[in-house]
């Protein structure tokens, strides 16, 4: 069974990433956020749900064991033999975002199209959409 987690991207007031969304109320639309003040105290501050996006654990961890979650831009290497001529290799190195769409997670190819996940572990966690952006621009050059 995969652990069920999230983090959360405040975007009002003072943008700020939360990798430890400790509890979410839905119904009072609120979110309880734990962060580490010192490596013995940890705070928790309430927010509303309205200035968070939530984003889910994929359940998967890249190459260096670093967690996947939606909204993450991963750059994905793999090397497929060449289907036309059943010889050479074909080497795809492309960075993706990581989306939640019809009930799985994939990577992002473009506006519409996705891709289901391949191997997590020929995946490296690069940054994410709302702090790196430009990882996903550089690609499309």
């Known amino acids: 069974m995969r652990d069920i987690k999230f983090r ?5 007031n003072t943008p700020e990433m939360f990798n430890d969304v400790q509890a979410i109320e ?3 639309g609120v979110a309880y956020l734990g962060y580490r003040l010192s490596s ?3 705070r928790t501050d309430e927010e509303q749900l309205d200035n968070l996006i939530l984003m889910q654990y994929t359940g998967l961890k890249d ?13 994905y ?13 074909l080497s795809v190195d492309v960075n993706r975002e990581v989306v939640y769409k019809n009930g ?6 473009n506006h519409s199209d996705t891709s289901s996940f391949f191997d997590s572990e020929k995946m490296e966690v690069i940054g ?3 702090r790196n952006p430009e990882l996903l621009k550089e690609q499309s050059k």
């Open 104 to 109: 799985a997670f994939r990577m992002k190819i």
């Open 63 to 75: 190459k260096n064991g670093s967690e996947i979650y939606e909204g993450d831009i991963v750059n």
């Open 26 to 28: 839905f119904k009072s």
């Open 77 to 89: 290497k793999n090397t497929f033999i060449d289907p036309m001529t059943g010889r050479g290799k």
């Open 128 to 130: 994410d959409i709302y």
């Open 40 to 42: 013995s105290t940890v």
């Open 8 to 12: 959360a991207w405040k975007h009002v």
